[in-house]
């Protein structure tokens, strides 16, 4: 599970820093990459030496080097991070992290970091029952932190209690744990709808719309990757995929995406309908090009489209989960809660097209979700994977 994953070791002013040490030799042999951010104080316990010896990496400790000026960049370090573990994590640091206070590179580090932190307190017993240190470690589990609880066992103090770190093969573990692909979509089939639709004008022409698909590939592999076979149908992107649990089926228009939509449904056991299908087409398509002289003024007449998500509402079977999206502009929620109730839905996930970031054609996107016992839950800017895993989350729940 942590083959290949970027793992960065910070390190602080703890007698257990000794256990940084074999913490890097189990992280190296499962495959991960290790670079180590030190405290001062952290150096006094261990040096630098050993630890980017077992690393093969440079320690990394000040914000510049004072031979050659050099600046370590850490926001670089944080983006490079598949996670970030504190081990061992000291009073002082976890007081730090808990409120900003960037007075060194491990903080700064942190601060930067978008990866999942996780933090192994090591401290002597009453530090760690003290008030100051739980609301601490509250604050930093609130903002999404995880916490390697510590061991009960002998202390540096020779006390006996809570606050030994826990040991490098238990954190080992607990890393390994959150990289595992979770596979609680076994046996689920998924049929998942993406991307713009092209409605014919002419030989050369067509009505379209500035969805990229990019959300509904994310979460085509998001399913796939919890281990549900899914069929992608999928209008004109350019996203390529590739993996052995999605089957592409590329169309152009609603009514192509409409049948193939419909055929498959029945053998699914969840439609998640994110495509942005265009509501109307020409009424009638010219066989040639039209040419700019054949008149003034052209006129195209439209006539709607088929609804793929009403029409699967009509005949959904108990059991069968459907999903649908509303990208509004006013009144988001009064706006998606009647779609979702026309459409025959089980959650509606709500884009704005106020929020920044969120919509077409970005990585990231903003989200509420509607759920048919009219249950709204809000979430955070995010990647469009991690959003995906959040709609994913919610479809499991339904199983
Ligand atoms: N949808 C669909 N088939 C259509 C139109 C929409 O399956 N012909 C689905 C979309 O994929 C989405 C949901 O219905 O999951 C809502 O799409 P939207 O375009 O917001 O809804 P409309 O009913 O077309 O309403 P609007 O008047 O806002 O366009």
């Known amino acids: 599970m942590l083959d290949g994953k970027n793992i960065i070791l910070?390190?602080?002013?703890?007698?257990?820093?000794?256990?940084?040490?074999?913490?890097?030799?189990?992280?190296?042999?499962?495959?991960?990459k290790v670079?180590?951010?030190?405290?001062?104080?952290?150096?006094?316990?261990?040096?630098?030496?050993?630890?980017s010896t077992l690393s093969n990496a440079p320690v990394i400790s000040d914000f510049f080097s004072n031979r050659d000026g050099t600046w370590n960049s850490h926001v670089d370090l944080g983006l490079w991070a598949d996670t970030m573990l504190i081990a061992p994590a000291t009073a002082s640091t976890i007081g730090k992290m808990a409120n900003g206070i960037a007075d060194n590179m491990l903080i700064t580090t942190y601060l930067?970091?978008?990866?999942?932190?996780?933090?192994?307190?090591?401290?002597?017993l009453d530090m760690f029952a003290h008030p100051?240190?739980?609301?601490?470690?509250?604050?930093?589990?609130?903002?999404?932190?995880?916490?390697?609880e510590p061991a009960e066992g002998e202390l540096a103090s020779h006390l006996t209690g809570k606050g030994r770190m826990e040991e490098p093969?238990?954190?080992?573990?607990?890393?390994?744990a959150f990289f595992s692909p979770k596979e609680d979509l076994q046996k689920k089939k998924i049929v998942i709808t993406a991307g713009p639709t092209y409605e014919k004008i002419d030989p050369v022409r067509f009505i379209g719309n500035y969805s990229s698909g990019k959300m509904g590939f994310a979460l085509a592999?998001?399913?796939?990757?919890?281990?549900?076979?899914?069929?992608?149908?999928?209008?004109?992107?350019?996203?390529?995929?590739?993996?052995?649990?999605?089957?592409?089926?590329?169309?152009?228009?609603?009514?192509?995406?409409?049948?193939v939509t419909m055929n498959v449904f029945p053998t699914v056991d969840a439609a998640i309908l994110c495509a942005a299908v265009?509501?109307?087409?020409?009424?009638?398509?010219?066989?040639?090009?039209?040419?700019?002289?054949?008149?003034?003024?052209l006129c195209l007449r439209l006539t709607p489209n088929r609804d793929i998500a009403a029409s699967l509402g009509a005949i959904k079977k108990s059991g069968q989960v459907l999903v649908g999206f509303a990208l509004e502009t006013n009144d988001e929620e009064r706006h998606a809660t009647d779609k979702l109730r026309r459409k025959n839905l089980d959650f509606i996930v709500l884009n704005s097209l106020r929020e920044q970031g969120a919509g077409f054609r970005c990585d990231t996107n903003k989200i509420s979700i509607i759920d048919k016992f009219g249950v709204?839950?809000?979430?955070?800017?995010?990647?469009?994977?991690?959003?995906?895993?959040?709609i994913v989350d919610k479809l499991a729940t339904l199983w």
């Open 10 to 32: 910070g390190v602080t002013g703890s007698i257990a820093a000794y256990k940084a040490a074999y913490l890097i030799r189990l992280l190296i042999k499962k495959g991960a």
């Open 35 to 51: 670079k180590v951010v030190i405290t001062p104080a952290g150096k006094e316990f261990i040096t630098p030496l050993t630890l």
């Open 112 to 124: 930067s970091c978008k990866a999942p932190v996780f933090i192994a307190p090591a401290m002597d």
């Open 132 to 148: 100051t240190t739980q609301q601490n470690l509250e604050r930093l589990r609130s903002f999404g932190n995880h916490i390697i």
């Open 169 to 176: 093969e238990n954190i080992v573990r607990v890393l390994e």
């Open 221 to 259: 592999k998001v399913c796939a990757d919890r281990g549900a076979e899914v069929v992608l149908i999928t209008g004109p992107v350019n996203q390529t995929i590739d993996h052995p649990k999605i089957k592409r089926v590329d169309v152009e228009s609603a009514d192509q995406m409409y049948e």
């Open 278 to 297: 265009a509501d109307f087409k020409p009424a009638v398509r010219s066989d040639e090009k039209i040419k700019r002289e054949s008149s003034n003024e």
């Open 376 to 390: 709204v839950t809000h979430f955070d800017l995010k990647q469009k994977l991690d959003v995906a895993s959040d």
